[in-house]
């Protein structure tokens, strides 16, 4: 933990120090030294919340982000039930940081108890395995609602440059069949290249991605999931639109930061149009 109560104070850890538990209210030592991240821990039991993984570097980064009234804030159920957010904004929206594997079970748990809560997650060790493709438009903007992209996948270079169908196409030739974007699979292919131009226009960071050995439970998250790979931008995990293409969103972590703070939903986050390099 980076907090504890001493003298009915939350501060971070110092050599020599003893302090109190916010959640329990049990005895905390300090742990202080070279070796070591700078932390609080237990003095006669383990972490008092089973949801509690060991901080890394990565972590105390993350909670340095934010005011320290808003790190490790107590949320406590309508049961009575207890558990110490990672962060919790003042609009009270929850933010796991993640960096360690976690089973479904307690994905749904954690988010089934705080509701109001976006996933951050440490991408650096599948990085190698996660590309990020071609941008996409817009999926509100006009030329979205004609087009079925092709599935990017590694090693598939005609997709993973972007090559898609036309739904009107599809619909002049076939018209007594029912073709909608959920179904399309067929039709004259048409390149990226054609509509460069107009997915510039709209572009506000959707892109195409494919990622080898998924950890499927992020894909399946009911939550807002955002992976840190390190740089100034977040990777927004997406639905593109109708046709349940997977895709990703590239928010920069400024914005991010910037709306947790003063939006009250998480789905209110990075949700109005923002300028974008679209260098990726």
């Known amino acids: 933990m980076q907090l504890a109560l001493v003298d009915n104070q939350r501060v971070e850890a110092f050599t020599g120090g003893r302090g109190t538990c916010p959640t329990c209210l049990s005895t905390m030592i300090a742990k202080c030294g070279t070796r070591v991240i700078n932390h609080w821990a237990h003095y006669k039991k383990r972490e008092c919340d089973p949801w509690w993984e060991n901080e890394t570097q990565w972590h105390r980064d993350w909670k340095n982000l934010f005011p320290i009234e808003c790190r490790e804030v107590n949320h406590v ?3 009575g039930e207890v558990h110490r957010a990672d962060i919790k904004t003042p609009t009270g929206i929850v933010i796991e940081i993640q960096h360690s594997s976690i089973t479904d079970i307690e994905r749904k748990a954690r988010e089934d ?6 996933w951050v997650v440490d991408g650096k060790s599948f990085q190698a395995n996660f590309d990020i493709y071609h941008m996409l438009p817009d999926p509100q903007s006009e030329v979205a609602q004609d087009i079925v992209w092709s599935k990017a996948q590694r090693h598939m270079q005609g997709s993973n440059n972007g090559i898609f169908f036309r739904l009107s196409e599809a619909k002049e030739v076939y018209p007594e069949l029912n073709i909608t974007k959920e179904n399309l699979q067929f039709g004259l292919i048409h390149s990226f290249q054609e509509i460069k131009t107009e997915i510039e226009k ?9 990622w080898i050995r998924p950890r499927k439970t992020w894909i399946e998250a009911q939550c807002p999931v955002y992976i840190d790979f390190g740089d100034e931008f977040l990777v927004k995990l997406e639905n593109y639109d109708a046709s349940n293409l997977h895709c990703i969103r590239l928010v920069a972590k400024q914005k991010f930061i910037h709306d947790v703070m003063i939006k009250k939903h998480v789905h209110e986050i990075a949700s109005r149009f923002y300028p974008l390099s679209n260098e990726k």
């Open 77 to 79: 159920a309508h049961d």
């Open 202 to 210: 709209s572009y506000n960071g959707y892109h195409q991605y494919d």
């Open 113 to 118: 108890f705080y509701k109001n809560l976006v």
